[in-house]
């Protein structure tokens, strides 16, 4: 077998330009493994590059695909401790390893970071490379496409609300839009943390789920006074900590949420990158705006070992075949699903 079947774009625009094509079969360099891929997620990364690149240039024709869980089928030079066979998952950031922040361990803010699937081809498609040291052994107690809907969102989930705004036992946080990918797990780590949490979303039948997370009290945003009603849920206080990641749509309402000595933590803008911010809001309440970039390789351990002892559950909103390619970027951007919409490639 020389080729394999990739989803790929050789231009940046509307879902039209995605393609199933039979590409070369990539063959992996010194340190690198090949992945036959069994279940790749899709993310909002892999609409919004599609759509033009995010932060600088991407190579053309490329594939997208983040999160993905599938077993070594080819080992580059100068591997230990991976062979063909293994079942793996993957941490998709490549970092220098060199600048101060990749030396203090605070990789997500290293200014030379790439991702595999923006930067270099990803897992939507039968076969991808990644570089050894990015691999983490799949959590044997979870299926592929179970692992496929975790990277991405736990991680980042994870690195918000436990390292970036260090959410404590006791606190109350606000999670907006609970059907996302990094609110629903956003739920279970804050739930995991010992705090209360409120959440909202826009259906009744959204609601039940975002309950059966583990959500204290949610909120449906499509009624007027839902900040109110999540303000009175807090006995009229507000919260300690907002997570937000849908950015200009719901920064005023998030920020209104938020107590006195409030912290916000944002990661993520697909409804708008500009927002009119009323400055003493800020200050006379004392508020907090933090943003989390990403994951640590560590983080993304934590959070997978507690899914494998079903302490955090990967939330799925429906598997498809890797020939939908196209429907599965209509479902994210048209926000018609809650949790993860997971391609099944093998
Ligand atoms: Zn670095």
Same mark, same amino acid.
């Given at each position: ?40 997620a899709l993310n909002w990364l892999d609409v ?18 983040v999160d ?80 496929a809907a975790l990277p991405v969102v736990a991680g980042t989930a994870?690195?918000m ?14 999670i907006?839009g609970a059907g996302g990918g990094v609110a629903s797990l956003g739920i279970q780590i !804050? ?22 997370l ?27 900590? !907002?997570q937000?990641l849908v ?20 990661c993520g803008?697909h ?32 959070a ?8 955090l559950r990967p939330v799925i909103d429906r ?9 599965g970027?209509?479902i994210l951007?048209?926000h018609?699903h809650f949790g993860k919409v997971v391609?099944?490639?093998?």
């Amino acid at each position: 077998m020389s080729t394999m079947l990739a989803a790929r774009f050789h231009e940046h625009g509307e879902r039209d330009v995605l393609r199933l094509e039979q590409v070369p079969l990539p063959r992996p360099a010194a340190g690198e493994v090949r992945i036959k891929v069994h279940a790749c997620a899709l993310n909002w990364l892999d609409v919004g590059i599609r759509r033009g690149p995010q932060f600088g240039a991407v190579p053309l024709p490329l594939t997208t695909g983040v999160d993905i869980s599938g077993v070594i089928d080819a080992v580059g030079a100068g591997i230990s401790g991976w062979s063909a066979g293994a079942e793996v998952t993957l941490y998709s950031l490549i970092t220098c390893g060199e600048c101060e922040f990749c030396r203090a361990g605070d990789v997500t803010v290293c200014p030379q970071h790439q991702i595999i699937g923006e930067h270099s081809d990803g897992g939507l498609a039968e076969y991808m490379l990644a570089p050894a040291r990015n691999l983490i052994p799949k959590p044997a107690g979870l299926s592929h496409v179970e692992v496929a809907a975790l990277p991405v969102v736990a991680g980042t989930a994870w690195h918000m609300l436990i390292t970036v705004a260090r959410l404590s036992a006791g606190e109350t946080v606000f999670i907006p839009g609970a059907g996302g990918g990094v609110a629903s797990l956003g739920i279970q780590i !804050a739930k995991f943390a010992g705090a209360r949490v409120i959440a909202s979303t826009s259906t009744a039948e959204k609601m039940t789920k975002a309950l059966e997370l583990g959500a204290d009290h949610v909120v449906n945003y499509r009624e007027p006074d839902w900040v109110e009603q999540v303000i009175a849920a807090t006995g009229g206080r507000g919260v300690d900590v !907002a997570q937000d990641l849908v950015g200009a749509r719901t920064w005023a309402d998030s920020l209104r949420t938020l107590a006195r000595n409030g912290r916000m933590v944002v990661c993520g803008s697909h409804s708008g990158k500009q927002f009119d911010l009323r400055i003493p809001q800020i200050y006379h309440r004392q508020l907090s705006i933090l943003g989390a970039n990403g994951a640590s390789y560590n983080e993304l351990c934590q959070a997978l070992k507690l899914a494998n002892q079903g302490l955090l559950r990967p939330v799925i909103d429906r598997v498809l075949p890797l020939s939908q390619i196209r429907e599965g970027h209509r479902i994210l951007e048209e926000h018609d699903h809650f949790g993860k919409v997971v391609m099944q490639i093998a």
